[in-house]
Structure formats: C-alpha cells, structure tokens
C-alpha cells in the first residue's frame, strides 16, 4: 500500500454535505495531514457563490475544530493557505448536475477532480418523505451522475450508516443491497414507484387545498409508513437505503469504483485535532443533556445492550485510507465502521459514568443552582418504562387537571407543560426503540483487512487510527466525551 499521505498530495477532490460534522473532521484532517493537496471543492446549500463562502466561513472555518490548523499557520497565513486550497460551491445535490449552473465551473470540476466523497445526508428519522428522499436517494444517483462525468475520477466514496439493516439481529454482514431487497421480504420495492407515489400524494393534498403543516404531516407520515412496509424502522434509514442500491446499480454501468462506509453511532473526536470536539446532539448525547440537566432520571434499554459508538476522527480516518487503497478498483466494498464486535460499550457503563461525571461537575441552571442528578434507573422493556411513567407522570397529570378545572383554568400553563414533556418523552421512545433494544453486531471484516494493511507503516497506521480496540470506555466517557457534550452541546 503507497502511503496514504503521499497519495493525497496533488488529489483535487470533492466533498458534498460539508456544513456537517463528519465532513468538516474529514476536511480538517486532509488539510492538516497534506498541505499539498491540490484543491478541495467543498459543496454547500446556498443561493450563490457570496453566501455559499459566507456560510463556509461561519458554518466551517469559525469552528474550533480548526484550531490546530489555524495555529500551525498564524494569523497572517492561514486564512490566504485556505483561500489557496478550498472552493466553496453552492450546489443542491437533489438537482441535475447538483445544482451548479454555471457550465464553465462544471467543465472544471469535471477536469480536475480525482475522488468524490459524499457526505450530504438528511438524517432526520422522520423527515418528510419528499425531502428524505431528494437527498439521501435521488441525491446519491445524482451525485453518481455527476461523477461519471469527472474524466480523472479514481474512487467515489459514499458514507451511508450502519443502521440501514433495520432491526436485524445477530452478525450484520458488510453486504451490499441488491435493488428493490426488502428487509422484510415483501416484493414490489420499486425505486421509481416510491417517487411517483410522492407525486401523486403531494398533487393531492394539493387539489385539496390543505395548509403547509398538514401536508408537512402528510408526508412525514407517508414516508414511515412507506418504511415500515419493507421492514425499515424510519423514513431515514429506508431512504439511505435505496440510495445504497441505486449507487450499486450505476457503478455497474459506468465502471466506476465505489466505497460505502457504514458509521454506527458517531460521537465527539477520540484523539484528532483534539479529544472531545462535537456538534449537534446524538442519540446518546440527548440522553446525557437531559440527564445531565436533570430532566431525566431513568432510561430504557437493558443493562448489558450494547451502544456501538466510534469517534468521529475515526471514521474520518477509514475514509481516507479506504478511498486512497481502494483507488482505481472498479468494483464495490463496503466497510462498517463501529465497535459491537470488537470492543463492545455497555449501556450499563454509559450510565454509571455519566452518574459519576454529574456528580463531580453538577451543571449550574439559570437560576444558579447547582442540579444534583440520581443514578438513573434502567427499565428493560417498554412497558415498565410505560409503568413508570403513569405512576410518575400521567396519573399526577390527570390529578392536576382536575385541580385546574376546579380553579378556573389557573393550572393550565403547568398541565400544558407537563402534557408536553410526557409527549415528547413517549415520542423519543417510540424513535428510537429500534436502536435501544437493537440486537445486532457489525461485521468488520473489511475493516479489519484495511488496519492489516495499514499496520505495515506504524507512523500511518498511529496518524490514521481508527482501531476501536484501543478505546478505554470509561476513560473516553469521563475524560472526553462528557467533557465534550458540557463544552459544545449544553
């Protein structure tokens, strides 16, 4: 294997999705490790070229996560050293030729670029359907499309997420989808179908005059019912889905090398830049806000399920020696980047770490108080959770609404308030109970071959880590990750 930094030197490559969390490690780290790459088109929503750098700007470049980048450069250079190696696009990957217009800009992505990576997704689990599937669908095949256009292109890299398994248990293999597969085995799982039928249900709603919100429901219902029906848990991980089996088709017909990296839960950096940068709330870092700040006292799922979690510079890191080994190799591969097989973490763990972080750095509320959290207690099935939230929540409720038909109304804002928290706890659990009770294990086999390979060269091998068997758990919960979501997140 070449040397992956070696490798980048010289490469012009193209990011989609680069406002998001995963990219911005990604980008930051090529940057860092090879200077010498020759351009980086960074593709972002906007209206046109002035705002897309503006939101470049405050979106990517103003985070801390370039410190280390900035203060190798100093004031003076680091901003021309940028300018030099970065071109911000305003593109919308759900468009024809994603949405850049200007034919000149196009012929010059189509020249230079060597390696496309494709980042942009909608991970809203109950997205509208439309929306969902213009982005992580039809915005994958045209991603493709304009790929097969660039005249250089050495590899395509597409990051999916693990979870598009649905709720299967066992060895989840690194397989790719064949097209219309069903998870649940149901037949008629026609890619062009799904997207006529969201046509004709938005013409529809239309004829009939509804209000946005209305339709917005519409839709969002059509696409978990739509998921549902193929044994998919949500409208994210389904759509994700057929945008793995188009890509597959159209590397067939163009001849195209195609990697599809398949992240589990990612969490704030382990090593890379810095230890503990995140952004934006996860499943287990929503857990950790509300316990945290002392809103939630008890969670679901058993003591010994396990949260396959993988730091965000780790999975930036088997992105970049996927898509420089790989190079060239006009064929599929998928590598599933996570820890259930190799170095399993305990919800069991999770939960006593945070008790003891919380407990020795209390978080100060608005009022100045320090918030002192319980241990949380944990509830090994739905319906003893459901249990405790009667006893706790709704049967105080109904107490309480009484009382205020009794005073005219005064106890409205408390019930309201109350109403509302109950709803949005039972909506949370409904989310994401596939993934709290989930019963399966990743497959690493890929993954596990490209480590071999890395660990030829011990220098690469330490700059591209992404072993998960080197993380201590408890170490990363307490001294980075917790430390991490008080930092950015609270």
């Known amino acids: 294997m070449e040397s992956i930094v070696e490798s980048l030197e010289h490469k012009s490559i193209l990011v989609t999705g680069s406002t998001g969390f995963l990219a911005k490690i ?4 090529l940057l860092r490790v090879q200077p ?3 351009r980086l088109f960074l593709l972002l929503r906007a209206s046109d070229a002035k705002l897309a750098m503006q939101r470049f700007h405050t979106e990517v470049l103003e985070k801390e996560l370039f410190r280390v980048l900035r203060d190798k450069y100093g004031p003076a250079e680091f901003e021309p050293f940028i300018l030099e190696k970065i071109t911000p696009i305003a593109a919308d990957i759900s468009l024809k030729h994603l949405g850049i217009d200007d034919c000149n800009l196009r012929q010059h992505i189509w020249s230079e670029v060597d390696i496309i990576v494709n980042v942009a997704a909608n991970t809203k689990f109950e997205e509208r359907y439309d929306a969902a599937l213009d982005t992580n669908t039809l915005g994958a095949k045209n991603v493709m499309d304009f790929a097969k256009e660039c005249v250089k292109l ?3 890299l597409h990051v999916s997420t693990a979870y598009v398994c649905g709720e299967r248990s066992g060895l989840i293999l690194e397989k790719p989808f064949k097209m219309g597969e069903a998870l649940n085995g149901t037949s008629g799982l026609d890619i062009d179908e799904e997207l006529k039928l969201v046509e004709e249900t938005l013409s529809e709603l239309h004829a009939q005059a509804v209000t946005k919100e209305a339709e917005a429901l519409a839709m969002r219902e059509l696409g978990i019912k739509r998921a549902k029906l193929y044994g998919w848990p949500n409208t994210y991980v389904f759509t994700k889905a057929m945008g793995e089996m188009l890509l597959g088709k159209l590397r067939q017909a163009y001849n195209l090398p195609l990697v599809i990296v398949r992240p589990t839960i990612i969490t704030s950096t382990y090593k890379d830049p810095f230890p503990g940068w995140m952004e ?3 499943t287990i870092d929503s857990l950790a806000v509300g316990y945290g700040k002392g809103r939630l006292k008890c969670f679901l799922g058993e003591s010994e399920s396990i949260l396959d979690v993988v730091p965000g510079d780790m999975v930036a890191n088997a992105m970049i020696v996927a898509m420089i080994t790989r190079a060239n190799q006009a064929s599929e591969i998928i590598y599933q980047v996570g820890s259930s097989l190799r170095n399993p973490a305990l919800l069991s763990l999770f939960r006593d770490v945070a008790f003891q972080y919380f407990s020795r750095n209390p978080w100060t509320g608005k009022d ?3 918030v002192r959290v319980p241990k949380a207690i ?3 099935s739905v319906a003893s959770f459901n249990r405790h939230m009667a006893v706790q929540y709704v049967l105080p409720l109904k107490g309480l609404q009484l009382l205020n038909a009794v005073l005219c109304q005064f106890l409205r804002p408390t019930c309201t308030d109350l109403g509302r ?3 949005l706890v039972q909506r949370f659990v409904e989310l994401y109970k596939p993934y709290i009770f989930f019963k399966g294990i990743f497959d690493g086999t890929n993954l596990e071959q490209l480590e071999r390979a890395m660990k030829r060269d011990e220098q690469e091998a330490k700059a591209f880590c992404f072993d ?5 758990w408890e170490d990363y919960f307490m001294n980075v990750h917790l430390p991490g979501i008080v930092r950015y997140i609270f």
């Open 26 to 29: 990604f980008v930051e780290k």
């Open 36 to 38: 010498n790459v020759k």
């Open 154 to 156: 050495n590899m395509f």
């Open 280 to 282: 934006g709330t996860r």
């Open 368 to 370: 100045g108080k320090q």
């Open 378 to 380: 944990l509830f090994d």
């Open 421 to 423: 928290r109950i709803n």
């Open 468 to 472: 998960a068997k080197l993380i201590d």
